[in-house]
C-alpha cells in the first residue's frame, strides 16, 4: 500500500517523501500545481492533484493508502485572513482524519510545531508544557491538534502529532537569512542572545517522521521532535560562524526600536498585501527562547538525532555555498 505525504512541494514535505523512497516505500503525494511537482514525479511518486480544503481531492488522495504523513501547513504570509489559516491548518486536518478513517488508512502524522508553546519560561518544555501560542499561525496549529485528537476518537483511526523545532538543512530558506548573515559578516543582533534556540537537523526529523507512523506505542500520542543540542543564540551564531571561517558578530542592538518598528510596519503594509520590510514575529526571534526536552520520544519511539549542530551546520553551508545561495 501507498503512503501519503501532504505538503511534498516544500522543505519538510519534499525531503520526507524522499526519505520515504529511499526507504523502498510507495510514495504519493497531494500537490495543487503538478508543475511544481515534476522533480517528485521524476523520483517515481504517485501525484494526486487537489487541494486540502477539498474533500473529493483527500478522497482521491488517501484511497489505498496505509499511512498519511499531513505536512502542508499555511504558513506566515502577509495579508491573509485568519479565515484561510484556519482552513489548512486545522479544519482540513479534521477532514483529512475523517476521510482518512473511512478508506482504512492504519494511521495519519500530523505536524504541528513547538511553536504552540510561544515563549519557554522554564526550559526545556516538554509535550505536556502550557500552550502559548502567540500569533494566527500558531493560534491554528493549536486547534489542529485539538480537532485531530477529535477526529481521531470519533473515527477509531490512530492519530500521532509531531511536534517539530527549528527545522534546518540542505535546501532550507526559513534559517537562510541567519546562515547567510553570519557568514557574510552581516548579521543583526538584538538584545543579549541569551535566550535558547533548539534546531532539527532535516534528515533526523524524517526519521523521527517515520517513527511517528510505524511505532505501535506512538497512537495518540504527542512527541516535540527536535536535535540533540540546545544552544543559547548566541552559541549558535557563533557556531556557524566558526563553521563559516568569518568572524562572529559582536555588536548587540536594543530590542525595542526594532519591535517598535515592526509594529509599524505590519500597521501599514498587511491590510493591502504587502510583506512587510520588518515585523514583530521576526525581533521576537531575538527575544523568545526554544528549548525542548525530548525524552519523551527518545523513550517512546526510540527517536535518536544522528547529526551533530557542527556536522549538521557544515552539510547545510556547504549546500548553500554550492548552489549560490550565500
Given at each position: 500500500m501507498a503512503e501519503l505525504v501532504t505538503g511534498?512541494?516544500?522543505?519538510?514535505?519534499?525531503?520526507?517523501?524522499?526519505?520515504?523512497?529511499?526507504?523502498?516505500r510507495r510514495v504519493r503525494v497531494l500537490v495543487r500545481d503538478r508543475r511544481r511537482a515534476t522533480d517528485l514525479?521524476?523520483?517515481?511518486?504517485?501525484?494526486?492533484?487537489?487541494?486540502?480544503?477539498?474533500r473529493a481531492s483527500l478522497e482521491r488522495a488517501v484511497a489505498g493508502v496505509e499511512r498519511v504523513y499531513n505536512i502542508a501547513a499555511m504558513y506566515r504570509q502577509a495579508g491573509l485572513p485568519a479565515d484561510v489559516y484556519r482552513a489548512v491548518n486545522a479544519l482540513a486536518v479534521r477532514d483529512l482524519i475523517e476521510v482518512s478513517a473511512r478508506a482504512g488508512v492504519k494511521r495519519v502524522v500530523h505536524c504541528s510545531t513547538v511553536g504552540v508553546h510561544g515563549d519557554v519560561e522554564h526550559p526545556p518544555a516538554g509535550e505536556d508544557a502550557p500552550l502559548k501560542p502567540g500569533d494566527v499561525y500558531q493560534?491554528?496549529?493549536?486547534?489542529?491538534?485539538?480537532?485531530?485528537?477529535?477526529?481521531?476518537?470519533?473515527?477509531?483511526?490512530?492519530?500521532t502529532i509531531a511536534r517539530p523545532s527549528g527545522i534546518y538543512g540542505p535546501g532550507d530558506r526559513r534559517l537562510l537569512k541567519l546562515f547567510r548573515g553570519v557568514a557574510r559578516g552581516r548579521f543583526p543582533f538584538l538584545g543579549s542572545g541569551n535566550i535558547y534556540y533548539h534546531l532539527t537537523y532535516i534528515d533526523d526529523l524524517c526519521e523521527g517522521f517515520r517513527l511517528c507512523a510505524e511505532t505501535p506505542a506512538g497512537a495518540g500520542r504527542t512527541y516535540i521532535l527536535a536535535?540533540?543540542?540546545?544552544?543559547?543564540?548566541?552559541?549558535l551564531v557563533n557556531?556557524?560562524?566558526?563553521?563559516?571561517?568569518?568572524?562572529?558578530?559582536?555588536?548587540?542592538l536594543p530590542v525595542w526600536p526594532f519591535w517598535l518598528a515592526g509594529a509599524a510596519c505590519e500597521a501599514v503594509c498587511a491590510p493591502i498585501g504587502i510583506e512587510p520590510?520588518?515585523?514583530?514575529?521576526?525581533?521576537?526571534?531575538y527575544t523568545k527562547s526554544r528549548a525542548f526536552d525530548?525524552?519523551?520520544?527518545?523513550?517512546?519511539?526510540?527517536?535518536?538525532?544522528?547529526?551533530?549542530?557542527?556536522?549538521?551546520?557544515?552539510r547545510t553551508l556547504d549546500w548553500y555555498r554550492q548552489h549560490g545561495w550565500l
Open positions: 511534498a512541494t516544500g522543505f519538510t514535505g519534499g525531503h520526507l517523501a524522499r526519505t520515504l523512497m529511499a526507504r523502498g514525479e521524476a523520483a517515481g511518486m504517485e501525484l494526486v492533484e487537489g487541494d486540502l480544503r477539498d493560534e491554528t496549529k493549536v486547534e489542529g491538534e485539538r480537532l485531530a485528537l477529535e477526529a481521531s476518537q470519533r473515527a477509531g483511526i490512530e492519530v536535535g540533540g543540542e540546545v544552544t543559547t543564540l548566541n552559541e557556531l556557524v560562524a566558526d563553521v563559516a571561517g568569518v568572524k562572529p558578530p559582536t555588536l548587540h520590510p520588518l515585523y514583530r514575529r521576526r525581533v521576537d526571534f525530548i525524552s519523551r520520544a527518545r523513550a517512546e519511539l526510540g527517536y535518536a538525532p544522528q547529526v551533530g549542530l557542527r556536522d549538521g551546520i557544515r
